[in-house]
């Protein structure tokens, strides 16, 4: 199975039900399936095709997940890059060694985005979200454009063996180095984790952590799509008041996030504030994730004590897709990251 086939079952079986839900919009499933043909029309038109590279400089959102999908449906591959690298040369060099034909970010990374573009001579196109043609640059178009073309593309083959995603280490070694994720690295990872956790179709996630970043895009993007559930998505973790309201008002259960954020909730939820956490905001959740650093078992202790939610611990890396292990839900130990997912095997050296 490759992604396309994840996204064309789940819509088939849930065409009118939400995917997608944010502070000013919405997505069904049948509406994003549709939002990527033709966003993958317009690609083509462009002249993207099978094995190019475009970079996605965003934060979350539902033309994030589009701008991904479309690409995976020409046999392209999308370059999730780190909105929070300023250095104009830092993005080049990522822009460069991958060979982009294009980008698509947004208004607020403009600036050091157009200083990347300008120099790595393999961008042929800027797309942006959220301006429109008037005011862009020669070589720049709004994202939007692309749906004017309709979902007619050339039929493309697409195997589960094909590079879905690039993903860019942090380079702090070297120079950072893209990983190459095959199509099937994805969804056998999203299966293994939906089955060692026992996610439900009824399960609502909540996407804070960046969709760049292969903990988030596995876990908080591709689980929901495969399971045909609904995503709370927020563009960043601060404020953190959007999305709180958020996750009372679609009932969020599945709480995924870094050990920082665990322990500022655990430190910051007391008294009257605390009540209020645990029995609006977090009164749906039954079950928060952990990964991409260790977590403190004192953390642990004070944020299920706190919200009475518990932390079931996970250990990954990028070239993983990213889960590897994780600690059980029916058989959690603290400190632990758990024995390791279907198709993963694992040597300590």
Same mark, same amino acid.
């Given at each position: 199975m490759?992604?396309?086939?994840?996204?064309?079952?789940? $819509?088939?079986?849930? %065409?009118g039900a939400l995917a997608f839900v944010s502070q000013n919009s919405s997505i069904t499933y049948g509406e994003l399936r549709r939002a990527v043909l033709e966003t993958a029309g317009g690609f083509a038109k462009r002249g993207v095709g099978p094995g190019h590279c475009v970079a996605i400089i965003h934060r979350n959102s539902q033309d994030f +997940?589009?701008?991904?999908? $479309?690409?995976n449906r020409l046999g392209a591959i999308g370059v999730p890059i780190n909105f929070m690298i300023q250095k104009a040369e830092e993005l080049a060099y990522m822009l460069k060694d991958c060979g982009a034909v294009g980008v698509v970010s947004q208004k607020e990374f403009l600036k050091g985005v157009r200083a990347a573009v300008a120099l790595a001579p393999t961008v042929k196109t800027l797309w942006v979200t959220d301006v429109p043609d008037s005011e862009l640059k020669k070589g720049e178009e709004w994202f939007s454009r692309? !749906?004017?073309f309709g979902d007619s593309f050339p039929a493309r083959t697409v195997s589960e063996s094909d590079? /879905? $995603?690039?993903?860019?280490? %942090?380079?702090?070694t070297g120079s950072p180095k893209g990983v190459m994720l095959t199509h099937r690295n994805l969804v056998t990872n999203a299966d293994a984790a939906i089955k060692v956790m026992r996610l439900k179709k009824s399960d609502v996630g909540l996407c804070i952590l960046p969709m760049f970043h292969s903990f988030a895009w596995t876990g908080c993007v591709l689980v929901p799509l495969r399971l045909g559930t609904k995503a709370v998505i927020s563009p960043a973790i601060t404020p953190a008041k =959007?999305?709180?309201?958020?996750?009372? %008002?679609?009932?969020?259960?599945?709480?995924?996030? +870094? =050990?920082?954020?665990? /322990?500022?909730?655990?430190?910051?939820?007391?008294?009257?504030?605390?009540? +209020?956490? !645990?029995?609006?905001?977090?009164?749906? +959740?039954?079950?928060?994730i952990s990964g991409a650093a260790p977590l403190s078992p004192t953390v642990q202790k004070a944020f299920e004590k706190a919200l009475g939610v518990p932390i079931v611990e996970g250990y990954g890396l990028t070239e993983t897709s990213p889960v590897a292990t994780i600690n059980v839900p029916s058989a959690r130990r603290r400190g632990s990251v758990g024995p390791a997912v279907q198709g993963v095997q694992l040597k300590i050296i």
């Open positions: 490759n992604l396309n086939d994840l996204l064309d079952q789940s $819509a088939a079986a849930n %065409s +997940v589009i701008a991904y999908l $479309a690409l692309l !749906r004017q590079v /879905a $995603a690039i993903l860019y280490t %942090s380079g702090t =959007p999305w709180l309201k958020l996750m009372a %008002s679609h009932g969020v259960t599945l709480f995924a996030a +870094v =050990p920082q954020l665990y /322990a500022v909730l655990a430190k910051e939820v007391t008294g009257l504030k605390g009540l +209020v956490m !645990r029995y609006w905001f977090f009164r749906k +959740v039954r079950l928060a």
